[in-house]
């Protein structure tokens, strides 16, 4: 049993429950899909990617996520960068239009992990400026947990992130 069996269980049991209210459902499906990422769970991953599908222009006000970056987390996890990038691209907009500059500041960050990772020299040139976005609205509301990882992130893919020509 992992650390993170009980909480897959508890989200299990709230997805299974027929006369369950649909936002626990949701709910319990978002903490899924986390546990599934945070546990590189593929198959489950998958699930969710298709469970979650649906719902994405929805933001559930007890997570303040955009559940396109969930979905975008999901789909880099299985390796689907295109459809991955296509999620965080949804997350972005709808965190720009809705002005929610906390989970922007997040899904700039998970964004650019999922363009170093999978993307070309032009798309880490792209995860250059979303860490920019995301350090300088984290910096302006204090959001020091994510200002310290977005530093992190940048020393341990410093030469990935390097604007420098091919070559």
């Not at 992992?2 to 909480?7: C, I």
């Not at 002005?99 to 040139?125: I, S």
Request: aromatic share 6%; with cysteine; charged share 25%.
């Amino acid at each position: 049993m992992t650390d993170t069996e009980p909480a897959f269980r508890a989200a299990r049991l709230v997805m299974a429950k027929p006369s369950a209210a649909r936002n626990a459902v949701v709910s319990a499906r978002m903490a899924h899909a986390l546990l599934a990422v945070l546990d590189a769970e593929v198959d489950e991953c998958e699930t969710d990617l298709e469970a979650l599908a649906p719902l994405e222009s929805l933001m559930p006000t007890q997570w303040a996520m955009a559940t396109g970056r969930v979905l975008g987390l999901l789909a880099h996890a299985v390796g689907q960068k295109r459809r991955a990038w296509n999620h965080f691209e949804q997350a972005l907009a709808f965190c720009r239009a809705s002005g929610f500059k906390p989970e922007l500041a997040w899904t700039c960050h998970d964004y650019a992990a999922a363009l170093v990772d999978l993307g070309t020299r032009d798309d880490r040139v792209k995860a250059a400026a979303l860490l920019d976005e995301g350090e300088q609205i984290a910096a302006a509301l204090g959001l020091e947990p994510l200002r310290k990882r977005i530093s992190a992130f940048r020393e341990r893919y410093r030469l990935r992130l390097a604007r420098n020509p091919a070559g």
